[in-house]
């Protein structure tokens, strides 16, 4: 009896464990979520605009010098002692602080007991240098027609600045001219607001009898009010 009645009661007034209140407060806070999404709408991503500038195009990273060699139209011999090992033997600490002339008769001396000869090393030399002026020609070429298309674009978007400038241009000048025609049309009524003020006032200093001297100079004066009150009657 007990048991069931206790199951009929609300247990809404209970105390709540960490678990449950963390499971409240995440069911409303979804609520409070679905609700601002309601009023606020589907999210709109604004529309990329079709003037806006693209990466520019990266510019080629020219190779290693050995790449630009090898896949020249014409490659270096293979030499053991070219001239890439001489530039090293040049170099090296056991030719340090020896004169021109003892560090030459020390590499040719070395050459020659390599049996490498010294026309083949000179051969090297010259075929390694047609292919960095081949190459440079090539990258001075890619560099001259990047050039060309950027200044035909440049030249596009130059023409289309100045279209957009001069359309912004008229309607500035056809926003002052408005407001300069609205200006004179103002002084025109003014002008015309005072000529009816005029014939207003020469009308009334007829309905004034001529020996009340004093109510004209009132007319005059724009005390219109008060004339017609004295002439015999209420102003309305």
């Known amino acids: 009896m007990f048991e069931s009645w206790f199951a009929k009661q609300d247990t809404s007034d209970l105390p709540l464990s960490g678990s449950e209140k963390n499971d409240n407060a995440n069911c409303r806070s979804t ?5 601002l999404k309601r009023l606020l709408g589907p999210v ?3 529309p990329e605009r079709s ?16 790449e630009i060699y ?3 139209a014409v490659k270096p011999p293979k030499l053991a002692y070219g001239i890439q090992k001489v530039a090293e033997m040049s170099n090296s600490i056991h030719l340090a602080g020896m004169s021109p002339t003892s560090k030459q008769k020390a590499l040719l001396m070395a050459l020659e007991a390599a049996g490498s000869d010294v026309g083949d090393v000179l051969n090297d030399v010259v075929t390694r240098q047609r292919a960095l002026k081949e190459y440079e020609e090539d990258y001075l070429s890619k560099v001259s027609q990047f050039e060309s298309e950027q200044a035909e674009k440049n030249r596009e978007q130059k ?5 957009i400038t001069g359309e912004y241009k008229g309607r500035l000048d056809a926003s002052l001219k408005e407001i300069e025609r609205w200006q004179e049309e103002f002084r025109a009524w003014q002008k015309s607001k ?4 005029q014939r207003l006032s020469d009308a009334a200093a007829l309905c004034v009898p001529h020996e009340r001297s004093e ?11 008060a004339i017609a009150q004295r002439a015999g009657g209420s102003y309305r």
């Open 31 to 35: 609520r409070n979520n679905e609700n």
């Open 44 to 46: 709109q991503t604004p």
């Open 51 to 66: 003037g806006s500038l693209r990466k520019s195009s990266t510019s080629p990273v020219p190779p290693p010098f050995e």
């Open 70 to 72: 090898q896949t020249a």
């Open 159 to 163: 023409a289309e600045l100045d279209r």
């Open 194 to 197: 005072q000529l009816e003020m």
């Open 215 to 225: 109510d004209e100079e009132e007319v005059i004066g724009g005390k219109v009010t």
